[in-house]
């Protein structure tokens, strides 16, 4: 059974910092693109950052550029999202993705997703 668990999320004060992780288990996801997306109450869930597992090739959202940062640890089959300098805009459940091609942006991309983690931003 395919299972991507996301964690790290929870409550912190503008100006801080969370890092989520995302494990995947079921299968090898070499190759595939993996993907954060974001979505708050009321709002369509948006791209975030993804990153190629093959060769490391990275893309963000222009709103968290500079802020946020996606690496993997092939070795722990885990997927994270250094997010600094939150701010309450960032708030949202955030989830991790598996796609095997098409354009990184797009939810249609991805063909597996984990249940979400919740990011709170205090002002």
């Known amino acids: 059974q395919v299972q991507l668990v996301e964690s790290g999320g929870g409550l912190v004060q503008a100006g801080g910092s969370l890092r989520l992780s995302c494990v995947t288990a079921?299968?090898?996801?070499?190759?595939?693109?993996m993907g954060w997306f974001r979505q708050a109450p009321g709002k369509e869930r948006e791209f975030v950052a993804a990153?190629?597992?093959?060769?490391?090739?990275?893309s963000y959202a222009d709103s968290v550029k500079g802020r946020f940062t996606i690496s993997r640890d092939d070795a722990k089959n885990t997927v994270y999202l250094q997010m600094n300098n939150l701010k309450p805009e960032d708030a949202a459940g955030y989830y991790c993705?598996?796609?095997?091609?098409?354009?990184?942006?797009?939810?249609?991309?991805?063909?597996?997703w984990g249940q979400g983690t919740q990011v709170t931003v205090s002002s």
């Open positions: 990153i190629r597992r093959s060769d490391g090739s990275t």
């Open positions: 993705a598996a796609g095997s091609s098409g354009p990184w942006g797009l939810s249609s991309t991805y063909d597996y």
């Open positions: 079921g299968r090898t996801f070499r190759g595939y693109i």
